[in-house]
C-alpha cells in the first residue's frame, strides 16, 4: 500500500493511492504508524472500501512524515562507488578505504520538505549545491541493540530522499564535519510517498536514480550497497531507540555532481528527480533563497 499525507484544504490526513486517486485512511501518519499493524488493517480496509476518494491533483501531497515530529538519520559512504569517486575528487589526503562500519550523520527538521516542493538554492553563501538519490526506510516498530537478523521486522515501509548537500560547507568548512553542508533549510525533499514493507519484498535489490532537468545524474540499483538496510538499522540502534516513524536515508551511489569532470552543480531553475524501484518519483524545484 502507498501511504501518502495530503493537505485538503487547511487539514492534513493520511491516504492510501489507488491510481489517480486518494482515499483517505487515517489522521495522522505518525499515529498510524505507532499503532501497529491493527491500524495498518484498518487503513488497508478503508483503501478497499474506497469511501471520500479524492482525485491526486485535486490535493497536495506533503512530506509523508511531518516536520519536525522525527528524526532524520543518514548514512555517507555506502557505495563504494560514490566512495571512489569521492576520494578521487578530494584528491591527496582523503581517506583511501571504505570504513568498516556505517558513517551516520542527522538532517534536522527544517530540512524536510514534499513532493513539488521548492528547494532553496544557497547563494550567495555557496553555489556548490549537489543531488543525492536515497532509499530511505520508515521505522515501524520501536526498538534498541536490535539484532541484523531481525532488523527489517523493524521497518515499517520505504520511501524516496534526495540528500541535497551544499559541498564546500560539507567538505571545506567547519572542520570538514558534514552536518552543516547537510542541514540547510529545505535540502531534504522526502516521498513522494511511503510503501508499507509487504510491498517491497527485497531492499536490496531496487533501482534508483536522478535525474537533472531530465538527464540522468546517477542509475544504479541498492544491490551495491556497503551495509544493508538490516546492518544500517542493527548499527544505528547500538545504545539508542529507534522510535516508530523515524526516517533512515540509506546512503547514496556514484554520479552525484561535485565528483564530476568538471564538476556539475544545480542552479536556481533546475527541475530535480530522484526515483525508487517500486516506490515512485520524487520532484522539486530549485529556487531563490
Known sequence: MR???????????????????????ADDMLELISAGQPALERAKASARDGSGSLGLDTVKLLAPIPAPRRNVFCVGW????????????????????VPEHPAFFSKNPATIVGPEANVLHPGPA????????????????????????????????YTCVNDVSVRDFQQRRHGTQWFKGKNFDTHCPLGPWIVTADEIQDPQRLALCSRVNGVTKQDSNT????????RIIAELSIGMTLLPGDVIATGTPEGVGFARTPPEFMNVGDVVEVEVEGIGVLRNTIVRA
Open 3 to 25: 501511504l501518502a499525507t495530503f493537505a485538503e484544504g487547511k487539514r492534513a490526513r493520511v491516504g492510501a493511492i489507488e491510481g489517480e486517486r486518494i482515499v483517505p485512511v
Open 78 to 97: 555506502n557505495y563504494s562507488e560514490h566512495f571512489a569517486e569521492g576520494t578521487r575528487a578530494r584528491g591527496e589526503g582523503a581517506p583511501r578505504d
Open 126 to 157: 555557496s553555489v556548490e549545491l549537489d543531488w543525492e538519490v536515497e532509499l530511505a526506510l520508515v521505522i515501524g516498530t520501536a526498538g534498541r541493540d536490535i539484532a541484523e537478523e531481525g532488523a527489517l521486522h523493524h521497518v515499517f515501509g
Open 223 to 230: 544491490r551495491h550497497m556497503v551495509f544493508t538496510v538490516a
